[in-house]
């Protein structure tokens, strides 16, 4: 069998059991729809709506994590790699991880991950 | 020949969502729909036998890249009404590009039996570790390049997105 | 056990994965899915390297595959850093507003 | 009568739905009997009697079944949709958060093989050699569930909450991530089961080998899945209730699920990374294979790894009656300020200490 078939299955199945389930309530409950009650949430003073533009640190902070992701994924390979590399691997992955810690030290100084 | 059949489910699954990207008015629903392309073409490299691109394929690129869209997405709040219709050069980009798309698989096709055969015994089985030798060995230039370039990229954003910018001329 | 998929399957799957995003760089004018669409692009010349990777036998085109995706992340990051500046500047973010370089 | 051939393939897959079902119904379970220990340990903790009517006629049972109770009630409530919500994704966005942490607790291994007819069945129901990653994979796809709720919902209550949920998620995955690094140094393997059978001996498990690591990896996991001390993205006083704001009834309950799924995967990785997984400590597992055979042995395993995740379900419990809640800079700090350095540093320094060791 080839190993990633249990992915697939476990796939389909939970997809099948999470549709029952979340429309579970669509069957037994009862439908009174009110036009008060199809609003939106907002402590009870009349709707305002969500058109507001959010802080860029949430993209900043995305863009963080993207570089860091990367590094992360060659950090393991370089971990499954180790035993045969030796020093040649741990020169080579410092210098890695020197130029990108270069990347978030000027973050850092730029103070994009301030928050408030 | 069940890999074949599965390569097929995942194939109209990649080409189906990737129709969706560019046709869907919501720019949401085109992310989302991006995310099932890269995770069907994630589960294509595992039939191919690529498991390693498999996995920084759905960390990165459906775990991460996606992630940046979707953010800048609800940071500019772009409902429904601010997103562009098809350009008015729509239908003939539409039909010019299906046109050479279709010349470009028959020329392929016509060239099927011309490729060389597969050398399918010299992959091994432990795929992350082969890819990690030949990284941090032959590619050993190239790799310490990207970590530069990304680098680059991430100075090159903040500088992008906090400057602030000069007020808009008249439009 | 994957040695049943021949590489003309997976050049066809690529190249029409390729041109579905060229059209979409072609007729889209929301310039965050013009960035979805080089996505797709690039997406169809990851799903190249793969095969023929398996196809010539050697891990060559899987690291090519990563470097690939490093640039695809550097690609959206500052392609995205330029959407929200050009928000800033014009309020909008569709292509046919971007004349500034048109004489 | 005359049983039709099995093929080994054909074994593995009934093995693998089985399992699978098997793993689902004890899920199931965790939410109720977490919400009522979450009820009655702060009781405790305030001297106070918590929920203890609700029971099956004249046994009350300690109130265990007031959750019942309760999720009876979610599926009976009325399903409303807000007008101004995108239906499709706001129907879809909790089957998001809910499939990825059902595929992360499938990739737990929950005990060493057993046999059934000849037929060696693993107790994983997933079981890759690159396990770590494909962990690390599906929490990162489990945060476009939060993002979409919020989005979907449309209210600013809801968006405000799920964009903070999604980029504390995404902050502490880093750190996460950074924190297996050392152990996959030391052991040389992403295959969980591996990484278990390297452990065989106390002083070999992850805990003592990598401190730092275990460190790191119990901060990020009250921080994935925004639970208190950092459960900022549902902070009522500021928030109502973050990403599922706008959702009642069953869906609302799928919210709870996955978040209780999540909690469990999270302890149940942390067992096998740091604590040696299913074996109990100073007793080898080929001894007690000789004592009692490969099931026997086997089903002993699965109680140890889930007493040792039981443990940490409590600590997700103690802390979050115990610790007042973070400010959201004080979060982003920790997770990136602090914790990320932190974990780059416990690599480089694992790496020396191995090559030195080696060399």
Not at chain 1, 50 to 62: D, H, I, K, N, Q
Not at chain 2, 53 to 73: D, E, K, N, P, R
Not at chain 3, 3 to 15: G, V
Not at chain 4, 215 to 230: D, K, S, V, W
């Amino acid at each position: 069998m080839h190993p990633y078939l249990p992915v697939l299955i476990v796939l389909a199945v939970a997809l099948v059991i999470g549709l029952v389930m979340s429309f579970l309530s669509a069957f037994f409950g009862p439908k009174v729809p009110s036009a008060v009650k199809q609003e939106v949430f907002e402590c009870g003073v009349p709707e305002l709506g969500s058109r507001e533009r959010m802080s860029v640190r949430f993209y900043l902070t995305a863009i963080l994590f993207i570089l860091f992701d990367i590094e992360t994924v060659f950090l393991y390979l370089w971990a499954r790699t180790f035993k045969s590399l030796g020093w040649f691997g741990i020169v080579e992955i410092f210098v890695f991880v020197a130029i990108l810690v270069a990347g978030y030290v000027y973050v850092l100084k730029r103070k994009a991950l301030e928050w408030e | 020949m069940i890999e074949l059949g599965f390569f097929y489910l995942f194939a109209v699954i990649a080409l189906g969502a990737a129709l969706g990207v560019i046709l869907l008015k919501n720019p949401v629903a085109a992310a989302m729909l991006l995310v099932v392309t890269l995770c069907a073409l994630a589960a294509e490299y595992v039939l191919l036998g690529a498991e390693f691109s498999a996995a920084i394929q759905v960390l990165v690129y459906a775990g991460a890249i996606v992630i940046l869209f979707t953010f800048v997405i609800m940071l500019l709040n772009l409902g429904q009404e601010e997103v562009g219709q098809l350009m008015g050069v729509s239908k003939w980009a539409l039909l010019f590009s299906l046109l050479t798309g279709a010349a470009i698989i028959l020329i392929q096709r016509l060239s099927v039996g011309r490729l060389p055969e597969a050398a399918l015994s010299t992959l091994g089985s432990d795929n992350v570790y082969e890819v990690g030798m030949a990284l941090f060995t032959r590619y050993l230039w190239p790799f310490e390049l990207a970590s530069l370039l990304i680098l680059l990229a991430v100075i090159a954003s903040i500088v992008i997105a906090k400057k602030p910018t000069l007020p808009a001329r008249d439009a | 056990m994957s040695s049943i998929i021949p590489i003309e399957h997976s050049l066809i799957l690529a190249f029409l994965l390729f041109f579905i995003g060229a059209a979409g760089v072609l007729i889209r004018r929301n310039l965050i899915t013009v960035l979805m669409s080089i996505e797709l692009m690039l997406n169809s010349a990851n799903l190249l390297f793969v095969a023929a990777s398996r196809q010539v036998g050697n891990v060559d085109g899987q690291v090519m595959m990563s470097f690939v995706v490093v640039i695809a992340a550097c690609e959206a990051a500052i392609g995205l850093a330029m959407v929200i500046a050009i928000f800033r500047r014009y309020g909008n973010i569709k292509t046919e507003f971007l004349r500034a370089l048109r004489g | 009568m005359e049983l039709p051939v099995l093929d080994e393939t054909a074994v593995q897959i009934i093995a693998t739905v089985v399992k699978f079902l098997v793993v689902l119904v004890a899920v199931l379970h965790i939410p109720p009997v977490m919400i009522w220990v979450e009820r009655r340990a702060p009781a405790l903790m305030q001297r106070r009697r918590g929920p203890n009517r609700v029971g099956f006629f004249r046994w009350r049972l300690w109130g265990l079944l007031q959750t019942l109770a309760d999720a009876v009630k979610l599926i009976f409530k009325e399903e409303s949709v807000p007008g101004s919500a995108y239906r499709g994704f706001f129907h879809l966005a909790p089957l998001i958060g809910l499939i990825p942490t059902l595929l992360f607790v499938s990739s737990i291994p929950f005990g060493p093989g057993i046999e059934i007819g000849g037929w060696k069945i693993s107790l994983s129901v997933i079981e890759l050699d690159i396990g770590a990653l494909f962990i690390l994979a599906v929490t990162g796809i489990g945060v476009y569930g939060v993002t979409l709720a919020g989005w979907a919902s449309n209210g600013k209550f809801s968006l405000l909450g799920s964009l903070r949920a999604s980029a504390q998620m995404i902050s502490y995955e880093i750190p996460l991530g950074l924190s297996l690094i050392p152990l996959v140094l030391i052991y040389g393997s992403l295959n969980l089961q591996q990484l278990i059978y390297a452990q065989s001996v106390v002083w070999k498990w992850g805990i003592f080998l990598s401190p730092i690591s275990f460190f790191i990896f119990l901060i990020c996991m009250f921080a994935e899945t925004n639970r208190a001390p950092f459960d900022l993205s549902e902070g009522e006083s500021e928030l109502v209730a973050g990403f599922h704001t706008e959702y009642g009834s069953a869906k609302f309950a799928l919210f709870f699920l996955s978040e209780y799924v999540a909690m469990f995967a999270l302890s149940c990785l942390c067992s096998v990374l740091f604590f040696g997984g299913w074996q109990i400590p100073f007793v080898s597992h080929a001894l007690l294979v000789s004592l009692l055979g490969v099931n026997l042995a086997a089903l002993v395993g699965v109680a140890t790894l889930l007493l040792k995740a039981a443990f940490f379900m409590w600590l997700y419990v103690w802390v979050r009656w115990t610790l007042p809640r973070f400010r959201y800079d004080q979060l982003m700090n920790l997770g990136w300020k602090f914790l990320l350095p932190l974990g780059l540093a416990n690599i480089c320094v694992t790496a020396l200490v191995l090559a030195v060791m080696g060399a």
